[in-house]
């Protein structure tokens, strides 16, 4: 890093000093009988090193953004276990009283690279714990729920949210509403996206939810289904779709700034983290499945237990090396924490490092962001590969043999720990059965949950109000039949609902006629 106080050299991308930064090698032509004083014009030079070097790399200076969650803003932080739940996990850097260096990124899902922060969206809510087990993401949203629970559909889900095919544009919403009116089962994270929480005033101010079942270990091999939660220790607040609208017009990136300048003036925001658990038995007796994404687990049976604390302290030096290049997935785990079988979830275990390998490349661990600590990597076949930059393990043999010579054996980590540090490496389950098709189909209990919403939006003033609103202005341009959907797919939830809709979309059409 250069002293801010000497200005730098300027070099070529090899380090030769560079006398000029704004000159280019050209072979002068002969200008001697024009009228007027000429500079020195003519063809260029492919030996100009330094103009090749610098359009050369310009050329290749993007890389693709993410899918989805492309519009994002972070932060490094550290992460202290406040309190002992060593009957539930027995990972190290929950050991009370423990801290952890971290990085969050927060995002919006569909939206382009540059598109607005105060979109109606989920928000990404995706923390990297550096831990001397090596690296953890929690990979979470803001909402405890989702649209889906097949997850083959979620391609189809997230197309509706592009630009169409042909005219490149978001068409009156359309097809966004066409999918979810014919997938009810996304009418509970439908409703709270459409309620205030659909468009969080900050970052800072917004909870993030495991949404998925988590299984937790503890040092004696028992486990527990798990969900957390990360409530604000700043409060949830929320824009209006008035307000979102027109922060979105003036300023896009207004989510981003306030997030950079509140942790710049030392206004660290933090979260207090908590668990629900569950055991097996429990989960038996349930009228839903742990392993359905559009299910809370309800507070009063399953209260939360405080474990930790995150705490943002500090910004990026620099975006793109730090949060654009951050790679996160479900599938980063340590010792004591796995997936479940939730469906959703074991797709997305897949899915992380496989767009990471596309976005970033092959060695995208080595890029210091996504480096675990030093002392937690040893992969005597993970080698060679575009942008190797760690020292490839010298020479060290680049196999194992079964019968491990005594010199690997003192590097593997010992094959108890190995065995819940990789998804589903446990033994005591017994996984047999038949291989069947798998859809899940929409039930009555489906809408049980969503009604229960309607209700917790009935005691704070306003909000059902908004929540019709919401939805109305965002159906305003679609297709009448689609519109007519959208009615039926509320009154499921309740009939004041989807008549309350028609009305207000009826009251913006005669407006709009006036
Ligand atoms: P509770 O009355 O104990 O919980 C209601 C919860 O609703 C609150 O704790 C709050 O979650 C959340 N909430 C408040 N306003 C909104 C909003 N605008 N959008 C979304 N969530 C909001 O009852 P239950 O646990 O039985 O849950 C009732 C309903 O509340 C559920 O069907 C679900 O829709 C919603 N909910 C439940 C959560 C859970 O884990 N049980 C988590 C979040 C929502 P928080 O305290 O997390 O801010
Ligand atoms: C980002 C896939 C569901 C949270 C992404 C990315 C992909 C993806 C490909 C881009 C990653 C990158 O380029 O770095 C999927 C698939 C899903 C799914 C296939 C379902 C089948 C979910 C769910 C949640 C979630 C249910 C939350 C509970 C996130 C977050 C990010 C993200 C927070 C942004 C991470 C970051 O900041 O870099 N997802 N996702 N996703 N996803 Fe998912």
Redesign the pocket.
Same mark, same amino acid.
């Given at each position: 890093m250069a002293d801010k106080k000497i200005p730098p050299v300027m070099t070529t991308s090899q380090g030769c000093p560079v006398s000029d930064p704004f000159k280019t090698q050209r072979v002068a032509i002969d200008t001697s009988d024009y009228k007027h004083a000429q500079p020195p014009q003519g063809p260029l030079l492919l030996q100009d090193f330094q103009l090749i070097d610098a359009l050369a790399h310009f050329d290749r200076e993007r890389i693709p953004e $993410? /899918? /989805? +969650?492309a519009k994002?803003a972070?932060a490094f932080g550290v992460f202290e276990a406040t309190d002992d739940i060593s009957d539930i996990c027995k990972s190290s850097f929950l050991q009370k009283g423990k801290r952890t260096r971290t990085l969050t $990124? &927060?995002?919006t899902?569909g939206g382009e690279k540059g598109s607005a922060d105060t979109a109606r969206d989920p928000r990404? &809510?995706?923390t990297k714990f550096y831990t001397e087990e090596g690296n953890l993401d929690f /990979? !979470?949203?803001n909402t405890p729920v *989702?649209f889906?629970r097949d997850?083959i559909k *979620?391609p189809h889900f997230i197309h509706t949210q592009k630009k169409t095919p042909q005219k490149n544009t978001m068409d009156g919403n359309n097809a966004f509403w066409d999918y979810l009116t014919t997938n009810p089962e996304s009418i509970h994270q439908v409703m709270v996206l459409f309620s205030d929480r659909g468009t969080p005033a900050s970052y800072r101010k917004m909870n993030g939810?495991?949404? +998925?079942t988590y299984k937790w270990y503890n040092a004696k091999g028992e486990w527990h289904y798990v969900q957390v939660h990360m409530m604000s220790d700043q409060g949830v607040e929320s824009l209006t779709v008035e307000q979102a609208a027109k922060h979105a017009g003036e300023d896009p990136d207004f989510i981003t700034a306030d997030l950079f300048d509140n942790i710049e003036k030392g206004n660290n925001p933090s979260w207090t983290m908590y668990i629900q658990t569950m055991t097996l038995e429990e989960s038996k007796k349930l009228p839903f499945s742990v392993f359905d994404?559009t299910k809370v687990w309800p507070h009063s049976q399953f209260p939360l237990r405080r474990f930790g604390k995150l705490t943002l302290n500090e910004n990026p030096k620099n975006y793109f090396a730090e949060i654009e290049q951050?790679? *996160?997935s479900p599938s980063h785990t340590v010792p004591g924490m796995e997936a479940s079988f939730d469906p /959703?979830l074991q =797709? $997305?275990l897949f =899915? !992380?490092p496989d767009? +990471?390998r596309h $976005?970033l490349g092959t060695n995208y661990n080595q890029i210091p962001v996504n480096c675990p600590l030093k002392s937690g990597v040893f992969n005597p076949i993970i080698r060679d590969g575009a942008m190797t930059v760690n020292g490839n393990m010298g020479s060290h043999p680049n196999y194992l043999a079964t019968q491990c010579p005594v010199t690997f054996a003192k590097a593997l980590i010992p094959a108890k720990e190995a065995s819940t540090a990789t998804i589903g490496g446990l033994g005591e389950e017994k996984h047999t059965g038949e291989v069947v098709p798998f859809h899940w189909t929409v039930t009555d209990y489906d809408f049980v949950q969503p009604r229960a919403l309607w209700k917790v939006l009935g005691r704070q003033s306003g909000q059902q109000r908004n929540f019709i609103h919401n939805v109305a202005v965002h159906i305003a341009n679609s297709r009448p039949d689609i519109q007519e959907r959208v009615y039926d797919y509320f009154s499921k939830v309740s009939k004041e609902i989807g008549e309350g809709i028609r009305r207000e979309v009826q009251g913006i059409s005669s407006r709009a006629k006036l």
């Open positions: $993410r /899918v /989805v +969650h994002g972070g $990124r &927060f995002s899902v990404g &809510f995706a /990979v !979470y949203n *989702f889906i997850p *979620f939810y495991s949404g +998925h994404l951050a790679a *996160f /959703v =797709s $997305r =899915s !992380y767009t +990471h $976005r």
